[in-house]
């Protein structure tokens, strides 16, 4: 592979929201390609502690309701939203995918949780290559409510859920890029 093909893959990848996503399912083996490109991230001890909770079809539906149904629960007369109560009903339905990111802990590696979540972080960006190559939007969307969300996922003791991947195919114009520059962050000893 040319170096600049991974660079352009890099630079090309941007978060693209439910909201410009078509109606159009994303094939399993797209889906599945994604999930083993994850597995491919840098570990600390082999401890490989990404687990991932795939939503597609009746389970989108199924976590709007949970999400709908926790803001009715969890927000104060002042602060609820009808917008944002909105966008909790309509957005998991936008997605063709949605994957639930999960770290599970390992208590016999003994190695600080920030590193397992490091390697998760990693599998994602992954995950996010991969569906860049594919042209399928896709962004990782970290709401309050994944500290309840145990139950709903089944999640096992350690595990933790930090987020969602959404994926969509979508018709997004090239979204423009923005970081400052690198020079700014880096200092050469
Ligand atoms: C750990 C993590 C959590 C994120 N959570 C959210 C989120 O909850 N909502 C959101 O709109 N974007 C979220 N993002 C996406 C960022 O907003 C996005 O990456 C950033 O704006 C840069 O844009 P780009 O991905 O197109 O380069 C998250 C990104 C990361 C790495």
Redesign the pocket.
């Given at each position: 592979m040319q170096p600049t093909a991974i660079s352009q893959l890099i630079r090309k990848r941007?978060?693209i929201f439910p909201k410009t996503y078509i109606n159009q399912p994303i094939a399993k083996e797209i889906i599945e390609e994604v999930l083993e490109n994850a597995n491919w991230a840098p570990t600390h001890k082999m401890t490989e502690p990404w687990r991932f909770k795939v939503l597609v079809d009746d389970a989108l539906i199924r976590l709007r309701d949970w999400q709908v149904d926790w803001y009715h629960k969890n927000t104060p007369p002042e602060k609820f939203s009808d917008k944002k109560l909105q966008k909790l009903q309509t957005k998991p339905l936008k997605a063709g995918c949605m994957i639930a990111i999960c770290m599970q802990r390992n208590e016999k590696a003994r190695i600080p949780e920030w590193e397992e979540i490091a390697a998760v972080?990693c599998a994602v960006q992954n995950m996010w290559l991969t569906t860049t190559a594919y042209n399928i939007g896709a962004?990782?969307?970290?709401?309050g409510y994944i500290r309840d969300i145990g139950p709903f996922l089944n999640l096992k003791e350690g595990e933790r859920c930090l987020?969602f991947f959404y994926m969509g195919h979508h018709e997004t114009p090239e979204?423009p890029?923005n970081r400052q520059s690198i020079k700014d962050k880096v200092e050469w000893l």
């Open positions: 941007r978060s972080a962004y990782w969307s970290s709401p987020g979204v890029a």
